[in-house]
Nanobody
Framework: QVQLVESGGGLVQPGGSLRLSCAAS????????MRWYRQAPGKERDLVAT?????SPNYASSVKGRFTIARDKNTVSLQMNSLKSEDTAVYYC??????????????WGQGTLVTVSS
């Protein structure tokens, strides 16, 4: 079993910054790709940023230049700067995991709420 635990959400004023973290634990042999998604109220879940294993990050156009994804082993973070009201959403991390029993899993975190408001 593999778990992803997210932290770092909260309330921030427009123009402010937040840093989200997501830590994976459990029956993990390796993690290929880690991603951040977000889901605003009444909208679909959208991909925000991708960090492939050993590759370069990719970002949605709406966050490019403001958000930075980083990875350290089984932890992924999302530094969010110059936040806007439209960044308000529940943020989820997702990991593509190979377990020690050589199973492939796509695991989601529980989500963390980011609210950008004055």
């Amino acid at each position: 079993q593999v778990q992803l635990v997210e932290s770092g959400g909260g309330l921030v004023q427009p123009g402010g910054s937040l840093r989200l973290s997501c830590a994976a634990s459990g029956n993990i042999l390796s993690i290929n790709t880690m991603r951040w998604y977000r889901q605003a109220p009444g909208k679909e879940r959208d991909l925000v940023a991708t960090m492939p294993s050993g590759g370069s990050p990719n970002y949605a156009s709406s966050v490019k230049g403001r958000f930075t994804i980083a990875r350290d082993k089984n932890t992924v973070s999302l530094q969010m700067n110059s936040l806007k009201s439209e960044d308000t959403a529940v943020y989820y991390c997702k990991a593509h995991v190979i377990t020690r029993t050589y199973m492939y899993l796509e695991v989601w975190g529980q989500g963390t709420l980011v609210t950008v408001s004055s």
